[in-house]
């Protein structure tokens, strides 16, 4: 009897443990609240302008009404050769900005291209189509890159929060292709939108200036204007030249 009763006794805790996570994905299954509702998802701009090699940014925001619930998904499509992403695939009221991020082939030819938002709620689809037209140009980095450590001594000191952006960015780009008086940078990272641009003349005109952005928020949060002289002041956000509508 007793090597018939020593299987059992293992066989019994196996069984309860399955049992256990049984009921664990069922727990976890009803805690999910069913999709209803509705959102608005804002954009930003809806066309960027940009180079072979070059890059861009879209911004969104993610708003739901009143009687909103559950989860809305996102998925996107355009031309392989554009190498867009997105930084979330499931939108949450709580964190509600987001972006898409695209990175053009060096080889990619000119022309206009598709890029295609697909959202889905409580069986329903919304769509969004972005343009991007790319062009002939090139960047210099190293320029950029001189402009933007101009800053760097003022904004470590005045406003310590911002001295990882002038860390070696994880992407950088020229915003505005074939614009030459005033020149205009990206610098992407995980948690900010940098934005440059300086007045290409001798002094007393050669002025600079820097916009930052959380990519957690739908609006730029601080700016900052450098002089001829080297004397650095905060500006408001809207002083921060724009073209394009972006």
Excluded at 29 to 36: C, E, F, H
Excluded at 132 to 158: C, G, P
Excluded at 238 to 244: K, L
Aim: with cysteine.
């Amino acid at each position: 009897m007793k090597t018939f009763i020593m299987p059992i006794v293992l066989l019994i805790p196996l069984l309860f443990s399955g049992c256990n996570d049984l009921v664990i994905v069922k727990r976890q299954i009803d805690k999910i609240t069913p999709d209803r509702g509705d959102y608005s998802i804002t954009a930003k701009y809806d066309s960027i302008v940009t180079y072979p090699d070059g890059g861009g940014i879209f911004i969104f925001k993610f708003t739901p009404d009143v009687s909103y619930s559950g989860l809305v998904t996102v998925k996107l499509s355009t031309d392989k050769r554009i190498h867009a992403t997105i930084n979330k695939s499931i939108l949450s009221p709580v964190d509600s900005v987001f972006d898409v991020i695209i990175k053009p082939d060096k080889n990619i030819e000119t022309g206009v291209y598709n890029l295609k938002l697909m959202f889905l709620h409580a069986g329903v689809e919304k769509a969004y189509n972005m343009k991007i037209i790319i062009t002939d140009w090139d960047d210099n980095y190293e320029s950029a890159m001189q402009h933007l450590d101009r800053f760097s001594v003022w904004v470590k000191s005045y406003q310590p929060q911002y001295n990882g952006i002038f860390s070696e960015p994880a992407y950088f780009y020229a915003t505005y292709p074939k614009i030459l008086i005033v020149e205009h940078y990206s610098f992407i990272s995980d948690k900010y939108e940098v934005r440059l641009c300086f007045h290409v003349m001798i002094p007393p005109h050669d002025w600079s200036m820097l916009c930052i952005r959380k990519r957690t928020q739908f609006e730029p949060e601080m700016a900052f204007r450098l002089d001829t002289d080297g004397n650095i002041t905060s500006i408001p956000v809207s002083e921060y030249p724009v073209m394009y509508g972006y």
